[in-house]
């Protein structure tokens, strides 16, 4: 166990519809990260967090929204799905900014749109 | 744009051999890298990293090295064991993007006993 808990592990839905993918990360760490990883395909960066703001976007299509709340908990909204969204969510966590500091990721959610 | 290529998908190495690991970066400005190791079903865990004023970082049986000028980087295993089977990616970052971290697209070492 890694410490950073993502729900639901897995998620069946279909195009059209709207989900909302939970992180939980591991205690004392302020910032959040969110990836998605595609079929061959490395992990892609889409959005971190820092104590409830946003700091970085990377590829976040602007169908996806994401936040994170006064528990530092975050939620990734997806909406409009389409096919190629199913892929891996990895949500990761860390106490701090800067590249010293190495994530710690959850062990994902997988999404597959119908 | 793949900024960090991971050219090799998978790799099978014999028990108690040597496994090299390779990953190569676009980017001359990435300044910081990282090596993950995924099992199936898992999040990636942090394995080992390098500054880029270094060339070389070891942690036990993982050595890291570093070649800025062929903007390469490589990871050794070194004696390679059955429990080392797993997915490895790279990752980089530099220091104006905060953590945020440009990951290859991995490479699945098999670890034959």
């Known amino acids: 166990d890694s410490g950073v808990t993502q729900t639901p592990k897995h998620l069946i839905t279909a195009t059209g519809q709207r989900v909302t993918l939970r992180c939980s990360p591991r205690?004392?760490?302020?910032?959040v990260y969110w990836y998605q990883q595609s079929l061959d395909q490395g992990l892609q960066f889409l959005i971190q967090?820092?104590?409830?703001?946003?700091?970085a976007k990377g590829n976040i299509l602007e169908r996806f929204s994401a936040q994170q709340f006064p528990d530092l908990h975050s939620e990734l909204n997806l909406s409009s799905l389409e096919l190629g969204d199913s892929a891996l969510y990895f949500c990761?966590?860390?106490?701090?900014?800067?590249?010293?500091?190495?994530?710690?990721f959850g062990s994902g959610t997988r999404l597959t749109v119908v | 744009d793949q900024q960090v290529k991971q050219n090799s998908p998978s790799l099978s190495v014999q028990e108690g051999r040597i496994s090299i690991l390779n990953c190569d970066y676009t980017n001359s400005m990435f300044d910081y890298f990282l090596w993950y190791k995924k099992y199936p079903a898992e999040g990636p865990t942090f394995l080992i990293s390098?500054?880029?004023?270094?060339d070389k970082n070891e942690d036990g049986r993982f050595t890291v090295f570093l070649n800025k000028s062929a903007k390469h980087l490589s990871l050794h295993i070194v004696p390679s064991q059955p429990g080392d089977s797993a997915v490895y990616f790279c990752?980089?970052?530099?220091?104006?993007?905060?953590?945020?971290?440009?990951f290859g697209t991995g490479t699945s070492l098999t670890v034959i006993p």
């Open positions: 390098i500054s880029s004023i270094k």
């Open positions: 205690s004392g760490d302020l910032s």
């Open positions: 990752a980089a970052s530099y220091s104006n993007t905060g953590n945020q971290f440009y």
């Open positions: 990761a966590s860390s106490v701090e900014l800067g590249p010293n500091y190495g994530y710690t």
């Open positions: 967090y820092y104590n409830g703001e946003e700091r």
